[in-house]
């Protein structure tokens, strides 16, 4: 069970400001050590998801209307926190004529008001392949633009039953071809082959992915995927390997890796990455 003082101060400032968190919501297994670090990922858009991936523990259903006042509160949060990085994600909103590409980028632009210092990591969902909402996210200045693909080709259909390997894969593309930072991430122990891992991380590599994070798949209920295999620390060791050799810059690998594991520690990571891709 968590505790802590950092983890309890937090649960109250996240509980009073009506705001919610992936770490609460997927019911993240790090949240004790995350929350302690003052280290949390922010959902937006509220905390009702259109989708029902078979891995996720998030709500699905119809969501409530968007809260306007919900990215000045969320900006308002983290400048109270005076974190150096941070990162938010959303529900997906295929209920919303925009996916809630506005919302994202109002809450961008009220966060670099509220904490100009602060470097700001997106995990966005796929918005149905709309180049044009990706954009508008884009358009809001983030330092990091994410999209998990979360699992190989073959079982991407079972995983995400709303969502497409290759519409996903577009959404890094797109990332990429706005000149972003982008990152993904993949589950492992959904019964994934090591030569698809390498397929898909060869495919990374090939797009110029910057951050790539590898964890174990952990089914957080009966209704969920089982787990299929639990995955080696050595394996996912190799794994790092074999991505960095391949060119991709930063990799975190092992068993308990989230997309936004550790992440507080990554401003000077991001800095270093945006040096280096900036033409010299
Ligand atoms: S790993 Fe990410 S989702 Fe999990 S508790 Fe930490 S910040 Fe939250």
């Known amino acids: 069970m968590p505790g802590g003082d950092g983890y309890r101060d937090l649960k109250k400032m996240v509980g009073e400001l009506g705001l919610h968190t992936v770490c609460q919501s997927a019911g993240c297994p790090n949240i004790g050590e995350c929350w ?115 699992t190989v080709p073959r079982l991407s259909k079972q995983v995400r039953v709303q969502a497409r390997y ?14 972003m930072l982008t990152k993904t991430g993949l589950m492992l122990g959904l019964g994934e082959t090591e030569a698809e891992l390498h397929e898909v991380i060869g495919q990374l590599a090939k797009l110029g992915l910057s951050i790539l994070t590898l964890g174990q798949y952990l089914s957080p209920t009966r209704s969920h995927l089982p787990v299929e295999r639990y995955v080696h620390p050595d394996e996912f060791a190799a794994l790092k390997t074999f991505a960095l050799g391949l060119g991709i810059r930063h990799v975190e690998s092992g068993p308990l890796v989230r997309s936004s594991y550790h992440a507080e520690g990554q401003s000077e990571l991001v800095a270093r990455l945006l040096a280096e891709s900036r033409p010299s």
Not at 57 to 83: N, Q
């Open 36 to 150: 302690n670090n003052r280290a949390l990922t922010v959902m937006i858009l509220g905390d009702i998801c259109t989708r029902s991936c078979r891995f996720c523990d998030v709500k699905t259903g119809r969501p409530l209307p968007v809260d306007e006042g919900e990215p000045k509160r969320v900006a308002s949060m983290l400048a109270s926190l005076s974190l150096s990085h941070t990162v938010i994600t959303s529900v997906d909103r295929d209920d919303l004529a925009d996916g809630g590409a506005e919302i994202w980028a109002e809450t961008l632009h009220a966060c670099h008001l509220a904490a100009p210092d602060m470097t700001i990591e997106v995990l966005v969902g796929d918005f149905k392949g709309a180049v044009k909402d990706i954009d508008t996210v884009i358009d809001a200045r983030p330092d990091v633009f994410g999209h998990n693909l979360e």
């Open 166 to 179: 290759d519409r996903s894969f577009a959404v890094l593309e797109r990332g990429r071809q706005r000149g």
